[in-house]
Nanobody, 115 residues
């Protein structure tokens, strides 16, 4: 099993920034994808950004240029640096782990963008 622990959510004004952290532990494969999804009220969960074990990032069009995903392989941790936040970024953000045959979610962290 893989455990994912998220942190870093909160309330920020529009234009502000936040950094989310996801620490993975357990039976982590050598080839995997770690990423962030978000789900706003009454909307489907959507991919925000992901990064492979090889370091290749991928972003949703809505966050390109504003969000940056990075990783610390030694700590099995990923980060999501969010800049120029907008009210439409408000959602519960979930960390996700995927490898062949395995699929795990974190408990989620609330991000609220409001003045």
């Amino acid at each position: 099993q893989v455990q994912l622990v998220e942190s870093g959510g909160g309330l920020v004004q529009p234009g502000g920034s936040l950094r989310l952290t996801c620490a993975a532990s357990g039976a982590i494969a050598s080839v995997y994808v770690l990423g962030w999804y978000r789900q706003a009220p009454e909307k489907q969960r959507e991919l925000v950004a992901a990064i492979t074990s090889a370091g290749t990032p991928n972003y949703a069009d809505s966050v390109k240029g504003r969000f940056t995903i990075s990783r610390d392989n030694a700590q099995n941790t990923i980060y999501l640096q969010m800049m120029s936040l907008k009210p439409e970024d408000t959602a519960v953000y979930y960390c996700h782990y995927f490898s062949l045959g395995d699929n795990y979610w974190g408990q989620g962290t609330q991000v609220t963008i409001s003045s």
